[in-house]
């Protein structure tokens, strides 16, 4: 057999491998090919409560800066006619 023969086989091969043990997690996992396009769910859950846990620390930390600066927004707004 000459070396790009080999080569090819060798490529051919290992596709084939890719191939199939892909389709095997697919099978395992109980999925088909449109599943994996829905996203991962358990971890946007698990970014939004850590952001709203982030959220609750810093306003626990600045609660009183928070409320000042949201009450001179309000006033300057309302006072803007």
Same mark, same amino acid.
Do not use: H, Y
């Given at each position: 057999?000459?070396?790009?023969?080999?080569?090819? *086989?060798?490529?051919?091969?290992?596709?084939? !491998?890719? #191939? @199939?043990?892909?389709?095997?997690?697919?099978?395992?996992?109980?999925?088909?090919?449109?599943?994996?396009?829905?996203?991962?769910?358990?971890?946007?859950?698990?970014? *939004?409560?850590?952001?709203?846990?982030?959220? !609750?620390? #810093? @306003?626990?930390?600045?609660?009183?800066?928070?409320?000042?600066?949201?009450?001179?927004?309000?006033?300057?707004?309302?006072?803007?006619?």
């Amino acid at each position: 057999m000459n070396m790009k023969l080999a080569q090819t *086989t060798r490529l051919c091969l290992t596709a084939a !491998i890719l #191939l @199939l043990s892909t389709r095997l997690t697919d099978l395992t996992r109980n999925e088909t090919p449109d599943d994996r396009d829905r996203g991962d769910v358990p971890g946007w859950v698990m970014i *939004t409560v850590m952001t709203a846990i982030v959220v !609750i620390a #810093l @306003l626990a930390v600045f609660r009183e800066q928070v409320v000042t600066a949201v009450q001179n927004a309000f006033d300057s707004v309302s006072n803007a006619k």
